[in-house]
Protein backbone atom coordinates (compact mmCIF):
# COMPACT_ATOMS: atom_id res chain seq x y z
CA UNK A 1 0.00 0.00 0.00
CA UNK A 2 3.01 2.39 -1.15
CA UNK A 3 0.59 5.68 -2.14
CA UNK A 4 -1.33 5.60 -5.11
CA UNK A 5 0.88 8.50 -6.47
CA UNK A 6 3.92 6.44 -6.75
CA UNK A 7 2.26 4.18 -8.93
CA UNK A 8 0.84 6.53 -11.25
CA UNK A 9 3.91 8.47 -11.99
CA UNK A 10 5.91 6.93 -14.73
CA UNK A 11 3.83 4.52 -16.03
CA UNK A 12 1.47 7.13 -17.71
CA UNK A 13 1.78 7.62 -21.40
CA UNK A 14 1.02 10.50 -23.29
CA UNK A 15 1.09 13.40 -20.82
CA UNK A 16 4.31 13.64 -20.79
CA UNK A 17 7.31 12.06 -18.98
CA UNK A 18 9.23 12.07 -21.73
CA UNK A 19 8.30 15.06 -22.95
CA UNK A 20 8.73 16.60 -19.34
CA UNK A 21 12.17 14.66 -18.87
CA UNK A 22 13.73 16.69 -21.48
CA UNK A 23 13.39 20.31 -20.18
CA UNK A 24 16.32 22.23 -19.37
CA UNK A 25 18.08 20.07 -22.13
CA UNK A 26 18.46 21.68 -25.33
CA UNK A 27 15.96 20.96 -28.08
CA UNK A 28 16.12 17.09 -29.76
CA UNK A 29 17.41 17.05 -33.25
CA UNK A 30 18.16 14.80 -35.75
CA UNK A 31 20.73 14.77 -37.88
CA UNK A 32 20.56 14.17 -41.99
CA UNK A 33 23.01 13.18 -44.19
CA UNK A 34 22.74 15.13 -47.47
CA UNK A 35 25.00 13.72 -50.35
CA UNK A 36 25.85 16.11 -53.90
CA UNK A 37 26.81 16.07 -57.29
CA UNK A 38 30.52 16.46 -56.02
CA UNK A 39 29.96 13.65 -53.23
CA UNK A 40 30.24 16.17 -50.39
CA UNK A 41 28.68 14.27 -47.10
CA UNK A 42 26.71 17.32 -45.67
CA UNK A 43 25.37 16.97 -42.02
CA UNK A 44 22.78 18.87 -41.73
CA UNK A 45 21.07 18.98 -38.20
CA UNK A 46 17.25 19.82 -37.44
CA UNK A 47 14.75 19.93 -34.84
CA UNK A 48 13.33 16.77 -34.17
CA UNK A 49 9.77 18.26 -35.16
CA UNK A 50 10.95 19.74 -38.27
CA UNK A 51 9.99 18.06 -41.73
CA UNK A 52 13.05 16.94 -43.46
CA UNK A 53 13.33 18.21 -47.10
CA UNK A 54 14.03 15.81 -49.97
CA UNK A 55 17.39 18.40 -50.81
CA UNK A 56 19.00 20.86 -49.59
CA UNK A 57 21.63 23.05 -51.11
CA UNK A 58 25.06 21.89 -50.01
CA UNK A 59 26.64 24.44 -47.86
CA UNK A 60 30.54 23.34 -49.42
CA UNK A 61 29.44 23.96 -53.37
CA UNK A 62 25.96 25.00 -53.55
CA UNK A 63 24.97 22.27 -55.48
CA UNK A 64 21.95 20.92 -54.55
CA UNK A 65 22.09 17.62 -52.37
CA UNK A 66 19.80 14.88 -52.18
CA UNK A 67 19.19 12.22 -49.04
CA UNK A 68 20.07 9.45 -52.07
CA UNK A 69 23.87 8.94 -51.70
CA UNK A 70 23.58 6.93 -54.81
CA UNK A 71 21.58 9.38 -56.69
CA UNK A 72 22.58 12.67 -56.09
CA UNK A 73 21.02 15.45 -58.19
CA UNK A 74 23.14 16.55 -61.21
CA UNK A 75 24.37 19.78 -60.91
CA UNK A 76 22.29 22.81 -62.73
CA UNK A 77 23.42 24.50 -65.70
CA UNK A 78 25.76 27.28 -65.01
CA UNK A 79 24.90 30.22 -67.19
CA UNK A 80 26.10 33.35 -65.63
CA UNK A 81 24.46 35.75 -68.59
CA UNK A 82 23.75 34.73 -71.66
CA UNK A 83 25.37 36.64 -74.31
CA UNK A 84 24.89 36.42 -78.25
CA UNK A 85 27.76 33.82 -78.51
CA UNK A 86 26.29 31.68 -75.52
CA UNK A 87 23.20 32.00 -77.68
CA UNK A 88 24.75 30.40 -81.02
CA UNK A 89 26.74 28.06 -78.60
CA UNK A 90 24.12 26.55 -77.27
CA UNK A 91 21.89 26.17 -80.45
CA UNK A 92 24.74 24.41 -81.93
CA UNK A 93 25.25 21.04 -80.05
CA UNK A 94 25.33 19.54 -76.96
CA UNK A 95 28.68 18.97 -77.12
CA UNK A 96 29.37 22.30 -76.86
CA UNK A 97 27.35 22.93 -74.70
CA UNK A 98 28.76 20.50 -72.21
CA UNK A 99 32.20 22.20 -72.64
CA UNK A 100 30.83 25.30 -71.29
CA UNK A 101 29.72 23.48 -68.48
CA UNK A 102 33.12 22.00 -67.85
CA UNK A 103 34.49 25.17 -68.40
CA UNK A 104 32.89 26.60 -65.38
CA UNK A 105 33.13 23.37 -63.06
CA UNK A 106 36.72 24.18 -63.59
CA UNK A 107 36.90 27.66 -62.68
CA UNK A 108 34.70 26.04 -59.73
CA UNK A 109 36.81 23.36 -58.96
CA UNK A 110 40.22 26.24 -58.89
CA UNK A 111 38.05 28.22 -56.48
CA UNK A 112 37.67 25.64 -54.16
CA UNK A 113 41.08 25.03 -54.54
CA UNK A 114 42.17 28.15 -53.33
CA UNK A 115 39.79 27.61 -50.51
CA UNK A 116 36.99 30.43 -51.39
CA UNK A 117 34.01 28.45 -49.88
CA UNK A 118 31.12 29.44 -51.71
CA UNK A 119 27.38 29.48 -50.26
ZN1 LIG B 1 28.82 19.77 -52.51
Known amino acids: MAGGGNAIRGS ?3 AGP ?12 QRVVYFCAHEHESVITFAVEATI ?6 PRCGLPASLDAENPPPPPKIEPYKTHLAYVKERR ?6 EILDEALQTLRAKRKSGEIIF
Open 18 to 29: MGEAERGEAAPR
Open 93 to 98: SDAEAK
Open 12 to 14: RVG
Open 53 to 58: PESWDC
